[in-house]
């Protein structure tokens, strides 16, 4: 459904495929806000899923190798110990880079 093109950690593009998207969700066309909403959802685990720090595939949920419309469309998602540890290590080098960027422009919080 989707695809990184180019270098981990820098300058990359990530290409979504819009028509794959649509049809793992059974749908030609948005034409409803529960739609509009379902779609959202989606493409936001789509990208959380290329974007993730580089641990591989789960076994489930949102690092499986295959994304399901039940995946896709479900209320909560799992998300396995070595990619929440991952991920937790790049939020905390984000808050830590913005910090101390902060505290470098001069601006007083």
């Known amino acids: 459904m989707a695809a ?3 270098d981990r950690g820098k300058s990359h593009s990530i290409l979504v495929f819009y028509p794959v998207l649509l049809r793992t969700l059974g749908l030609r066309k948005i034409r409803t806000p529960a739609q509009q909403a379902d779609l959202a959802r ?3 685990r789509v990208l959380a899923h290329v974007v993730a720090p580089g641990c591989g595939h789960a076994v489930s949920g949102l ?3 295959q994304l399901t419309r039940h995946v896709l469309l479900r ?3 799992e998300l396995d110990i070595v990619s929440r ?3 937790h290590a790049v939020i905390e080098k984000l808050v830590d880079t913005v910090t101390r960027g ?3 422009s001069g601006t007083k919080r």
């Open 4 to 6: 990184a093109i180019g």
């Open 42 to 44: 989606a493409m936001a």
């Open 63 to 65: 690092m499986a190798r």
């Open 85 to 87: 540890t991952a991920a």
């Open 75 to 77: 209320r909560k998602i």
């Open 102 to 104: 902060r505290r470098g």
